[in-house]
């Protein structure tokens, strides 16, 4: 079946440590997406790709870092410098082909926690 | 500044109702209107695309309005079952926004018996 798997669903991270979140599609779909939610305060995009090698910042990138090597990955590493890590993070992706309607695919996220 | 308000308080209804559930925004020119349904501890799944230039979108018991003079739109679910209890998301596509979607923080929904 099409879809996008994030790994691990959970992940406990150890102060002044970096850990990588997983995010695998295989929809064929250019665009990917990683968003970050917290309670109350809804989906709140960390950072964006349309192509591969090639990524943009969101609205709350600092202490975050992406890479786009393959069509199909697009990992998140959570910095050290990222004060306030515990969230649930979401990875989505869309196709930019026909119109420009198309929905978002979202994986079924994974839960950071600070140890 | 930019905003996009969906009501925070959970809407709890009886079985077989209607549930309307509303999405407001400002200062926003959406081309684009996504609504989306998340179960808890899991992602998003879309429900329904309405364009600016489309007054109401339905889907089976899912109904959409978008009014771009009140900037708002409407999302009702007729002959509402337990099953549609969830948060539903709604989701801006901006013209010249980069082909990103702004989420609101989304209103849960409770059907009960």
């Known amino acids: 079946d099409g879809g996008i798997t994030q790994s691990p669903k959970y992940l406990f991270r150890k102060e002044g440590q970096n850990v990588t979140l997983s995010c695998e599609q295989n929809l064929n779909h250019d665009a990917m997406y990683w968003y970050r939610q917290d309670p109350g305060q809804g989906l709140r995009l960390i950072y964006y790709s349309q192509i591969v090698n090639d990524f943009q910042k969101g609205d709350i990138a600092e202490g975050y870092s992406v890479s786009r090597e393959k069509k199909e990955s697009f990992p998140l590493t959570v910095t050290s410098a990222q004060k306030n890590p515990t969230a649930f993070y979401l990875c989505?992706?869309?196709?930019?082909?026909?119109?420009?309607?198309?929905?978002?695919?979202f994986g079924d996220g994974t839960r950071l926690s600070i140890l | 500044s930019q905003k996009i308000e969906q009501n925070s308080e959970a809407l709890n209804i009886q079985e077989g109702k209607t549930a309307t559930l509303t999405c407001n925004y400002t200062?926003?020119?959406?081309?684009?209107l996504q609504w989306y349904r998340q179960d808890p501890g899991r992602g998003p799944v879309f429900l329904l695309l309405?364009?600016?230039?489309?007054k109401e979108k339905r889907k089976e018991r899912l109904k959409v309005t978008f009014d771009t003079t009140l900037k708002q739109s409407l999302f009702h679910i007729t002959a509402s079952q337990p099953a549609d209890s969830a948060t539903y998301l709604c989701a801006l596509d901006i013209t010249g926004g980069g082909n990103k979607l702004t989420f609101g923080t989304g209103t849960q929904l409770k059907v009960e018996l």
């Open positions: 200062n926003y020119s959406p081309a684009y």
């Open positions: 989505a992706s869309r196709s930019l082909l026909g119109e420009r309607n198309q929905p978002q695919h």
């Open positions: 309405i364009r600016e230039n489309e």
